[in-house]
C-alpha cells in the first residue's frame, strides 16, 4: 500500500504548487475513517481509495480531485457525514464527495427503473463538475482489476455496467488508455472461454513474429530520420478486447485479421505529422479506404492523428498514427489532459444549470457531454432513458458539414434528421426537407463522409409520429418523443376544451378560459390545461366539470342535461339537448336538428386526437364519434357495422368543418369484383388515378378462374369524389362489381 508521503510527491513531482496540507489531511482522515474495514479481498479497505487516487495522479489531475478520491466512501461507508467534511476539506470537497456517494451504485441486474434512477444521478453529478466522472472512472477502474475477488453474479453485473456505461463515457471524454484498460477486464470476465483463447493464440503468435513489430518500428524510424524529421516511433499490439470486437464485426478468425499491430509516430508540429505520412506513402504501398485525417476533422472527443495503413516490410500489414506530441496527451488523457477542471465554464453556476445545462454550442467533450445530459434527462420513462443513453454512448463517426463549413460530427448511419438536431433542437424541431450536396433527398437518407447537408425548416410544421424511425441518435429521438408527446396533450386540451365549450352552449352557458381555470381546483387539477387534457382524455366525467364551471343553471336545465338517453342521432332525441350520464359519455342534438354543438372534425392531420376507424368515412357521409378513454375520438360512418360493438351512450356527435380552400384527402374502401385478365389491374389503378384518387393498399381478398376480388383502400376529397370514381370503375368492361366497405 502507498505511503502518506509517496502520494504527497507524485502529485507534488507534477503540481508543485500543490495543497501538500491539504493531501496529508485527506489521507489521514480516510484512512482513519475506514480503520478496519477490509475489502473482499482481505485487504484493508482504505487501499481502495488511496489507489484511486493513485490512478489520478496518472492522470496528473489536482489536489482537490487527488483528495475526493481519497475522501470518495468515508460518507457512504463511514460514520463520516457531509458536514464534518465541509468543516473539514471545505464545500467543494465536499460537494465532489457528495456526489460520488449519490451514484455509488448502479445495479444492472435489478430493476431497469433502479438503474436509470441512479445513472441520472451520476449525469447530474457529471454536469456540475467533471471531476465527479473522473474520480468515478478511477473509481470503476481499480474495482475492476480486483474483480476476481467479488462473487460470480457481481462480477457479471460490474462487467456489464463497465461495457455498457463507463467505458464509452471514458471514450467519449478521450480518455482511450483508460477506457480499454476497463474494456479489457469486463471482457474477461464477460466472455472467459473468449478471453482465455484469444489470449494464448495471441502469444502464440508474439512468440513466432518475435522482432517484428520492432524492425517495423525501427525501419519507420530510419525513414523519418533520413528525413530529417525529429519523431518518436513505438509499436504495439492491440488489446484483446479490440481485436475480438473486430472479429465479431467482421465475422473473420484472428489468422484472417491483418492489423493485429499498431504503430505510432509522435512528432513536433503539425507540419511534420503530413511530411511522415509523406514519406510512408512514397516507401510502402497503401491499403485502399484506410486513410482517414483527423487532424482537420477532429472527432467529438477531440481526438487528433493522421491513421493509414500500408503494406510495409516483410509486407505485413502496418497501422500508422502520426501526431503531435499534444495530440498524443489528449488521445492518452483526454479532458483530464487540458486542466478543465480549473476553468469555471466546465462547473455550473456560471450560467448554466447543473441538472439541464445544455452545452449547446461548445464543441468540447464536455460540452457535448452536457447536451447529451440534458437530452437524456428528458426521457420519460427509464427503458427510453437507458436506450437514448446506449445510443448516444455507442457509434462510429461520420463527419459532415453545415452550408457555412461547420463540421458535425455524428454515428455512423445517421440521417439528415439527426443532423438537424445536433445543429441545434429548433431545427431539428422545425424541419421539413433536406438537401444534401444541392439535392432534395428523403429525410431518412443515410449520411456519407463530407456530405454538406442543408435543413429546410418550417415553423407551423407538425412531424409525423412515424420520424423517429428515421433517426438514429438519442438526442433526436428524444426530441422528437417528447415533441411527440407535447402534440398529443395539446390535441387531448383542444378536445376536452371543444367538448366543454360545445357542451355549455347547448346549455346557453357562454365559455372562458377564466372559467375553467377557477374550477380546475375545485374537481383536483392545478391548470386549466391539466383539466382540459383529463376531459380530451376521458379521465374525469364531464359532468362534474361543469358542475364545477356553471353550478348555477337552473334546476330544469340540469335535470335535463345530466340525464341519460339510450338513442342518439335519432327522431327520439329529447328537446334537442345533449345528454350526459353516468359513464362519462356525451350527447348531442340529432342530426336532423341544429348542429351548433357538434365537435368539428377536419382532415387526419388535424389537432384534435382524431382516429378514423378501418373502412373510413369522407366529408358527406354522416359520421359518429366514440370517445375512447385515453385515445380521443374515433371517427365512424353511420352504416360502419362496428358502430355496434360500441354501446351508444358512448357516442358523441361529430360534423365535418373543411375547409374548401385547402383539400384534404381521407379514407375510404372499396371492394372491386374484376375479369381475372391480363391488364385489368392496370385499368382499374388508371381510372383511380386520372380521376384524383390515391391508392394506399390493394388486396387481393378472393381470386378464381375467371373474376379477383379486391380490397382497395383509396383517399379522396369528399364523397363526391368518391362517387366519381366508383361510377367511373363500374362503367370498365373489365369490372363486373363496385361497392364500398366499412370495415
Not at 448554466?352 to 452536457?370: I, K, N, Q, V
Amino acid at each position: 500500500m502507498m505511503r502518506q508521503y509517496e502520494l504527497v510527491e507524485r502529485v507534488l513531482k507534477y503540481d508543485p504548487k500543490a495543497d501538500e496540507a491539504l493531501l496529508n489531511r485527506a489521507y489521514v482522515y480516510a484512512m482513519k475513517a475506514h480503520g478496519n474495514q477490509k475489502r473482499a479481498s482481505g485487504a484493508p479497505y482504505f487501499s481502495h481509495p488511496l489507489e484511486v487516487a493513485a490512478i489520478l495522479t496518472d492522470l496528473k489531475l489536482d489536489d482537490a480531485t487527488i483528495a475526493t478520491a481519497l475522501l470518495h466512501d468515508v460518507i457512504e461507508d463511514t460514520d463520516a457525514t457531509r458536514t464534518e467534511v465541509d468543516q473539514m476539506f471545505g464545500p467543494e470537497i465536499g460537494s465532489l464527495v457528495d456526489g460520488l456517494t449519490k451514484i455509488k451504485r448502479l445495479d444492472l441486474v435489478s430493476k431497469k427503473a433502479e438503474q436509470a434512477e441512479n445513472f441520472r444521478k451520476l449525469l447530474i453529478a457529471i454536469s456540475t463538475d467533471i471531476r465527479v466522472l473522473l474520480v468515478k472512472l478511477a473509481d470503476r477502474l481499480h474495482n475492476m482489476r480486483t474483480l476476481e475477488h467479488m462473487k460470480p453474479e457481481s462480477r457479471q453485473r460490474a462487467s456489464e455496467e463497465t461495457l455498457d456505461i463507463y467505458a464509452p463515457l471514458a471514450g467519449m471524454m478521450g480518455m482511450q488508455a483508460l477506457r480499454e484498460e476497463l474494456e479489457d477486464h469486463a471482457f474477461r470476465w464477460l466472455h472467459p472461454g473468449a478471453y482465455e483463447a484469444l489470449t494464448e493464440k495471441l502469444a502464440d503468435m508474439r512468440q513466432r513474429n518475435q522482432g517484428l513489430v520492432e524492425e517495423i518500428r525501427q525501419a519507420i524510424a530510419r525513414k523519418c530520420a533520413g528525413a530529417g524529421i525529429k519523431a518518436e516511433t513505438a509499436g504495439r499490439e492491440k488489446r484483446p478486447y479490440a481485436i475480438w470486437s473486430k472479429m465479431e464485426h467482421k465475422q473473420i478468425s484472428l489468422e484472417q485479421l491483418s492489423d493485429i499491430y499498431g504503430f505510432r509516430v509522435i512528432v513536433d508540429t503539425i507540419e511534420d505529422c503530413y511530411r511522415v505520412l509523406g514519406i510512408v506513402h512514397t516507401t510502402w504501398g497503401t491499403v485502399p479506404g484506410r486513410f482517414k485525417d483527423y487532424i482537420s476533422a477532429p472527432k467529438r472527443n477531440n481526438y487528433q492523428s493522421v491513421h493509414t495503413t500500408v503494406y510495409g516490410p516483410r509486407h505485413q500489414r502496418v497501422e500508422l498514427q502520426i501526431r503531435t506530441y499534444e495530440m498524443h496527451r489528449t488521445a492518452e488523457y483526454g479532458i483530464a489532459a487540458h486542466a478543465l477542471y480549473k476553468d469555471q465554464q466546465y462547473r455550473a453556476g456560471n450560467g448554466h444549470d447543473a441538472e439541464a445545462g445544455d452545452g449547446e454550442g461548445d464543441d468540447s467533450p464536455y460540452g457535448r457531454l452536457r447536451v447529451m445530459i440534458s437530452t437524456l434527462l428528458e426521457a420519460e420513462n427509464p427503458e427510453e432513458f437507458l436506450e437514448h443513453t446506449k445510443l448516444e454512448l455507442f457509434h462510429d463517426q461520420v463527419f459532415c458539414f453545415t452550408p457555412k463549413g461547420r463540421l458535425i460530427a455524428l454515428p455512423r448511419g445517421a440521417t439528415p434528421l439527426d443532423f438537424a438536431y445536433a445543429v441545434h433542437t429548433d431545427i431539428g424541431n422545425e424541419a421539413v426537407a433536406a438537401y444534401i450536396n444541392g439535392r432534395h433527398v428523403p429525410i431518412d437518407t443515410h449520411l456519407r463522409n463530407g456530405d454538406e447537408v442543408v435543413i429546410e425548416t418550417s415553423k407551423g410544421h407538425v412531424r409525423p409520429a412515424a420520424w423517429e424511425a428515421f433517426a438514429v441518435t438519442g438526442r433526436a429521438r428524444a426530441a422528437i418523443r417528447r415533441a411527440a408527446r407535447e402534440a398529443v396533450r395539446k390535441r387531448f386540451t383542444e378536445l376536452g376544451r371543444q367538448l366543454i365549450s360545445s357542451t355549455l352552449a347547448g346549455a346557453e352557458v357562454d365559455y372562458s378560459e377564466e372559467k375553467v381555470k377557477a374550477a380546475a381546483p375545485k374537481v383536483g387539477f392545478k391548470t386549466a390545461d391539466e383539466l382540459l387534457a383529463a376531459v380530451g382524455r376521458n379521465d374525469i366525467a364531464l359532468a362534474d366539470v361543469l358542475a364545477a364551471i356553471a353550478p348555477p343553471v337552473t334546476a330544469a336545465q340540469s335535470d335535463e342535461i345530466y340525464k341519460p338517453t339510450r338513442r342518439f342521432g335519432r327522431a327520439q332525441a329529447q328537446d334537442g339537448w345533449f345528454h350526459i350520464d353516468k359513464v362519462n359519455s356525451l350527447k348531442f342534438r340529432s342530426a336532423e336538428t341544429d348542429n351548433t354543438t357538434a365537435i368539428s372534425i377536419g382532415g387526419p392531420s388535424q389537432d384534435l386526437p382524431v382516429r378514423f376507424e378501418p373502412g373510413g368515412a369522407v366529408p358527406g357521409d354522416r359520421i359518429v364519434g366514440v370517445m375512447a378513454p385515453g385515445e380521443g375520438i374515433r371517427v365512424f360512418q353511420i352504416h360502419s357495422p362496428r358502430l355496434k360493438e360500441y354501446e351508444e351512450e358512448y357516442w358523441i356527435d361529430v360534423t365535418w368543418d373543411v375547409d374548401p380552400d385547402r383539400p384534404q384527402r381521407f379514407p375510404a374502401r372499396i371492394s372491386v369484383t374484376a375479369v381475372n385478365a391480363p391488364g385489368s389491374l392496370a385499368e382499374i389503378a388508371k381510372e383511380i388515378g386520372e380521376t384524383g384518387g390515391n391508392i394506399d393498399n390493394i388486396k387481393m381478398a378472393r381470386r378464381a378462374a375467371d373474376f379477383t376480388v379486391m380490397h382497395i383502400e383509396l383517399e379522396v376529397f369528399d364523397l363526391v369524389h368518391l362517387n366519381h370514381i366508383v361510377a367511373g370503375l363500374r362503367a370498365k368492361s373489365s369490372v363486373a362489381k363496385v361497392e364500398r366497405l366499412f370495415e
